[in-house]
């Protein structure tokens, strides 16, 4: 059963069967970082800030608050579950690496985050994507870019059963089209 909820103030995609629950999160914020990653000052500027150390490649960093992923060997993104932070953060950031050469972006609304919450998640994503999800090597703190359903996305695991998948706004109504056929209970068999 697809339910899709829309009114004046939100457009609200849920998707649930007996194997899953989809959704779209609309309060997410996130910054792109771009920078010598490597650099002790960075490192030392964002595991102040943040509380969190600069991800190693394919991984991710987290606390209650914030997500800290590597994107590539000079870019990190910050989510923030408070959209409301980010222009602070933004500005904070910049402040802190003046002296450094970096780029520092809002691209909040420019991409969309999408809950993944069901036991079966690996087959979902091994649906649409060539990533190893044994969970040898797709653990808690793995976070992973590669194509699903044809869309650029990445990946990061919130709980042994929930996933979220981060991907482009203009993708949005087509991926959430994707993983809920992909999502189909007739069509998941157990692999992981």
Known sequence: MILKVKDKMSDKMVYSNSLFNIS??????????????????FQKTIKDFFKLK???????????????????????????KNQDEIKTIKSSIE???????????????????????????????AKGSPINLFPSEFNSDSFRRTRLGQVSTAFWMIKEDEIFVLCGQSYKNFFFKWLCNAADEKSINKFF
């Not at 609309?26 to 910054?31: C, K, S, V």
């Not at 609304?109 to 809950?115: M, Y």
């Open 24 to 41: 779209a999160l609309d309060h997410f914020g996130m910054l792109t970082i771009r920078a010598e990653i490597n650099n002790r000052k």
């Open 54 to 80: 600069v991800p190693s490649r394919l991984k991710i960093s987290t606390n209650k608050n914030f997500y800290l992923a590597w994107m590539s060997p000079n870019e990190i993104m910050v989510i923030t």
């Open 95 to 125: 402040n802190d690496l003046e002296q450094m050469e970096k780029l520092v972006l809002d691209v909040s609304s420019s991409r969309t985050i999408f809950s993944i919450k069901g036991c079966f998640w690996r087959e979902l994503l």
